[in-house]
Structure formats: structure tokens, C-alpha cells
């Protein structure tokens, strides 16, 4: 998969050469600890890593674009009102993340 930035206002998309080929978000995460190349994932997924230095961000000005993030449930339906709040807290929480 490409490496994705945000230059200026266009979106570029990077392939880069790589060693090892995983389909796996934890075995992609423990070979970039192990100094296997560069990943891009959510910073949640590494904020720890981050702040105790095992990993380093790099390109912190060009970032990626914001991954959009859906909630689907059937429309035809009446929305419960416990789906109602759980949308509207997580709307709210997502709101003030820095992910």
C-alpha cells in the first residue's frame, strides 16, 4: 500500500520498496519496532510507542489526510434512543481526538 501525504492542499500517494509484506496491523506495527522500514497507522494505535521514544515520527508537516469514520445502522427503522446517545457521544469524543 502507498504511503499517503497531504502537500499543500494535494493529497500525494508514495510506494516505497519494501522487505517484508504483512496483511496484519500488529506484526506491521512489532517490524517497525524492529527497525523493518516505515508504517503509517493511527496515531492512537501508537501514541505510547511515540511517547516512550521506541518509535519517532517522521513528516509530522505533511500528514495524512483525515480518515473519515461511519456508523451504519438501518434507516427504515426507528433509531433507538440508546443508538442515539452512543452516536452522539461518540461524535463528540472523535470530535476532540487528536487521532
Known amino acids: 500500500m502507498p ?3 497531504i502537500d499543500g492542499q494535494a493529497i500525494k500517494l508514495i510506494s516505497l520498496g519494501s522487505r517484508v ?5 500488529d506484526t506491521m506495527t512489532d517490524l517497525c519496532r524492529l527497525g523493518f522500514g516505515l508504517i503509517q ?4 494505535r501508537l501514541a505510547q510507542d511515540l511517547a516512550e521514544g521506541r518509535l519517532v515520527e517522521i513528516l509530522q508537516d505533511h500528514p495524512p489526510s483525515p480518515t473519515p469514520l461511519s456508523a451504519v445502522y438501518p434507516q427504515n427503522r426507528h433509531t433507538a434512543a440508546r443508538l442515539r446517545v452512543f452516536l452522539d457521544w461518540a461524535t463528540e469524543i472523535f470530535a ?4
Not at 509484506?21 to 496491523?25: A, D, G, I, K, L
Not at 497507522?41 to 492512537?44: G, H, I, V, W
Request: aromatic share 12%.
Open 3 to 5: 504511503l499517503e501525504f
Open 41 to 44: 497507522a493511527p496515531r492512537y
Open 21 to 25: 509484506t504483512v496483511n496484519n496491523s
Open 96 to 99: 476532540k481526538a487528536r487521532l
